[in-house]
């Protein structure tokens, strides 16, 4: 064997010993309540397709209208000949519902912030990183090799020591909106008080507020009511409550531009399907037009939260369908969601390196396919399989 081969061998089975290794099975049927694995059939918390547009008659036929002009792919990258009309719609109509000038859309939301950060910052400069940002937003901030500097979960106070301590060159501030997997929201407001005291760029990544936050479904900063000028450089992707695929960045004509030019997940990459650009467009009309979606998504949440408190359920400061709940040891947590799974519940068993060690969690994520019922069922099995392992 290679030596190459052995260390790959060795890898893996430490992965399994640590209960640490990545099952990826196969689901059979579309975005909805249940998810079906071949001949199972579970009812499932898994999924980021939070309004349940993912398999919405008008975005198939958003799709169906955009292959019949378009076809398939986009045949080249943007710069070249793959940016379509149907692309220019799409940035046009999602800088209109961010309230920012202007938009650019990526083909997935990891390469939008690799393609932002890897932009604005080099090897002069910092970027501070609340502790808990997607893996994405730290990749971003490798490949720009800036100074890295992590601060306490939403502290602002820990981010205002490390800025005085750290900084260097142009620095820059960078959070999830919603963090994944905890589903707190970030002190946004504090965090564009402190860049714009600190003259730091702040970027905004909001994959899980979009749709979901905000009257409108405007995400985070709609719920706050922040501006551009509050929050210059805000992410959203496509994927999650959009339903769709791909990601896009908001701001002011100077920050798209620079995108354009200079962002090479953006240069380097072949353009977004048009179909996903009108399914996204489709999409866009609906998750503000609908208040339904968000409002049954609301009364879901509630009714989560207020069940697992009335169980003694380890419940974390979540307002958002994002619902964890904190088991801590690894191997606990597999069990848990083998039990639940045995009893066709299927919920997230989120670890390390996801989330800090020890920190192990149960991940609920609720959407607007399920009901109270459904809600109701799950507290149910959860509890009882708790109280039999922790
Ligand atoms: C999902 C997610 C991304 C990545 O978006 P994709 O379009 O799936 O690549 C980035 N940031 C956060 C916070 C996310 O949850």
Excluded at 217 to 246: D, R, W
Excluded at 295 to 324: D, K, V
Aim: glycine residues 8%; proline residues 3%; aromatic residues 8%.
């Amino acid at each position: 064997m290679s030596t190459l081969d052995q260390k790959l061998l060795e890898r893996l089975a430490a992965q399994h010993t640590a209960q640490l290794y990545r099952y990826y099975s196969t689901r059979s049927n579309a975005c909805m309540a249940s998810a079906e694995y071949g001949q199972e059939n579970y009812l499932a918390f898994i999924s980021n397709d939070y309004l349940g547009l993912a398999n919405h008659p008008a975005l198939i036929e958003a799709v169906q209208k955009a292959t019949a002009i378009y076809g398939v792919g986009s045949g080249a990258a943007h710069a070249v000949s793959g940016h379509c009309a149907i692309h220019e719609e799409l940035e046009q109509a999602l800088a209109k519902f961010t309230g920012r000038t202007a938009a650019i859309v990526f083909s997935t939301g990891y390469m939008a912030n690799l393609g932002v950060l890897s932009t604005l910052a080099g090897e002069k400069d910092s970027i501070f990183a609340d502790r808990l940002v997607h893996a994405s937003l730290i990749d971003g901030i490798r490949l720009s090799g800036a100074r890295l500097v992590r601060y306490q979960h939403n502290s602002i106070e820990n981010l205002q020591t490390k800025l005085s301590r750290y900084r260097q060159g142009q620095a820059l501030i960078a959070s999830d909106g919603v963090f994944s997997m905890d589903g707190d929201i970030a002190p946004i407001p504090e965090l564009a008080q402190i860049a714009q005291e600190q003259d730091a760029a702040l970027l905004i990544d909001d994959a899980h507020g979009f749709g979901v936050l905000g009257k409108n479904g405007g995400g985070c900063c709609e719920h706050y009511n922040l501006n551009e000028q509050a929050v210059p450089i805000l992410m959203g992707t496509l994927s999650k409550a959009f339903g769709c695929f791909g990601a896009f960045v908001a701001g002011s004509e100077l920050l798209i531009e620079n995108l354009r030019q200079f962002a090479r997940t953006y240069m380097y990459t072949t353009a977004l399907p048009p179909l996903l650009a009108q399914a996204s467009l489709a999409s866009l009309e609906l998750l503000q037009k609908e208040n339904w979606r968000r409002e049954h998504l609301q009364q879901l949440i509630s009714y989560f939260r207020a069940g697992a408190q009335q169980l003694n359920l380890p419940i974390m400061p979540s307002t958002t369908p994002i619902q964890p709940l904190l088991v801590g040891d690894n191997e606990k947590l597999i069990k848990l969601q083998t039990t639940l799974k045995q009893q066709g519940f299927l919920v997230g068993a989120i670890r390390p390196p996801t989330v800090p060690t020890n920190t192990a969690r149960l991940r609920i994520s609720l959407n607007v396919h399920h009901t109270q019922q459904d809600v109701e069922n799950l507290l149910t099995v959860i509890a009882a399989a708790m109280a039999n392992f922790i």
